[in-house]
């Protein structure tokens, strides 16, 4: 492989060709090293924010939502995307207990993720959330979510077994699992 220092690549314009209610698609023009122009697809995307969290049993607790883009439900850790200059870790608590009815007493960063480093620049910061307390779900208009507490076991069999393919949660519960279970 070549040196990454010498390998210049120059973005010369970004043009907006879509926005979206969470993402802005653009065109990308680049001079690659050997000096040649390249168009390249980029979607920015604000970041976002999940929690891992633990019931005091051991369980995790996921959230069963509707997903348009696989027309069809998934099975994930609790996320969402960030208001405007909202930390992520309020965001990640704040979704807990949104999407979940769950108040976290402590939370802390796990894991950071990059979601499609290909052609976008999302960002997730995924924190552990313990000591919760139950409280009330407040979903958005748009939201359908049922909870679903389970073992890391059952999980992780479900990652293996193609049940979860949620890149965030695949990372999340193996993140955790290697961490705090091992």
Avoid: W
Avoid at 6 to 21: D, F, H, P, V, Y
Avoid at 26 to 41: F, H, Q, R
Avoid at 91 to 104: H, M, S, V
Avoid at 154 to 165: Q, R, V
Wanted: overall charge negative; some cysteine; aromatic content about 8%.
């Amino acid at each position: 492989m070549k040196n990454e220092k010498n390998m210049k690549i120059t973005r010369i314009s970004r043009e907006l060709q879509c926005e979206g209610a969470i993402t802005k698609y653009y065109k990308d023009t680049v001079v690659l090293p050997d000096g040649k122009t390249e168009i390249y697809d980029f979607v920015g995307h604000n970041g976002a924010a999940a929690a891992v969290g633990v019931l005091p049993d051991g369980r995790l607790i996921m959230v069963r939502q509707y997903r348009n883009a696989l027309d069809r439900f998934t099975l994930e850790i609790p996320a969402g995307g960030l208001n405007l200059g909202e930390p992520t870790i309020d965001a990640a608590a704040r979704e807990l207990e949104e999407e979940t009815g769950y108040r976290c007493g402590r939370i802390g960063k796990l894991i950071t993720i990059r979601t499609t480093v290909a052609f976008c620049n999302e960002k997730i910061d995924i924190y552990l959330a313990t000591e919760l307390t139950k409280t009330a779900q407040h979903l958005d208009e748009d939201e359908f979510v049922n909870i679903e507490p389970h073992t890391v076991e059952e999980l992780e069999a479900m990652i293996y077994d193609g049940t979860i393919e949620d890149g965030k949660t695949v990372a999340a519960i193996l993140a955790y699992k290697n961490k705090y279970l091992q």
